[in-house]
């Protein structure tokens, strides 16, 4: 049965950093990954999906990669703004037509 | 309007009641899942439907029903309504079941 990690599960920055969130799996024969975002009382917000054979995706300040060999995903933030906190969640999709597996996330404060 | 939306937005109902919340999207998308949203659980997938009246189970659905008679609606039903049901509930769809997922608002269910 496929698990995700994610860990911190709570990460406190002050504005400008850049920061790394982490993401883990285990079972490595994934499909694809996706990163999502979720402000508080709202529903996901999907942010980047990496296919398989991919290594990293990106989009603005956000950059996703993609190691299956380790079972590991890292959301990285460029210069992070206060309008970045919210919690983050990655997913995979098992080879086959599965439905997403949720990490639990990683609320993400960013203090100006 | 466009998009996803969930009724209602907030309910609270007794133990023991029947209580149904809805799910409705406008992109006409094949897939659509139900999870519930819970502290220290994270996101859990209750059922999906990948089409009108094919609906499979995911990780937790005892206690619910679902029916899809129309493609844009996935209703989710608690026969009998338990406090340990009371959470946060999302609908989300997408075109395939392994691509992006687009979610609802969530529904916040409080069983007394």
């Known amino acids: 049965k496929q698990e995700v990690t994610q860990i911190p599960a709570a990460l406190s920055v002050p504005e400008g950093e850049n920061l790394v969130l982490n993401c883990s799996f285990t079972?490595?024969?994934?499909?694809?990954l996706q990163w999502f975002r979720q402000d508080p009382g709202k529903g996901l917000t999907s942010l980047l999906l990496i296919q398989s054979s991919q290594r990293e995706q990106t989009s603005g300040r956000l950059n996703a990669s993609l190691d299956k060999s380790s079972g590991r995903s890292t959301l990285y933030i460029a210069a992070s703004q206060p309008g970045d906190s919210a919690t983050y969640l990655c997913a995979v999709v098992n080879s086959g037509n599965t439905p997403l597996v949720f990490g639990k996330g990683t609320r993400l404060s960013v203090i100006a | 309007d466009a998009g996803i939306t969930q009724s209602p937005r907030y309910k609270i109902t007794e133990t023991g009641r029947q209580v149904t919340l809805m799910c409705h999207q406008t992109w006409s998308h094949s897939y659509m899942f139900w999870y519930r949203q819970d502290l220290g659980h994270g996101l859990r997938l209750i059922y999906y439907s990948a089409a009108a009246d094919i609906t499979d189970k995911g990780e937790v659905p005892d206690g619910y029903v679902v029916s899809r008679s129309k493609t844009e609606n996935f209703p989710l039903t608690l026969e009998s309504a338990t406090r340990s049901q009371t959470s946060v509930y999302f609908c989300?769809?997408?075109?395939?079941?392994?691509?992006?997922?687009?979610f609802g608002p969530g529904t916040r269910l409080t069983v007394t």
């Open positions: 079972d490595s024969a994934i499909y694809n």
């Open positions: 989300a769809s997408s075109e395939v079941i392994s691509y992006e997922q687009y």
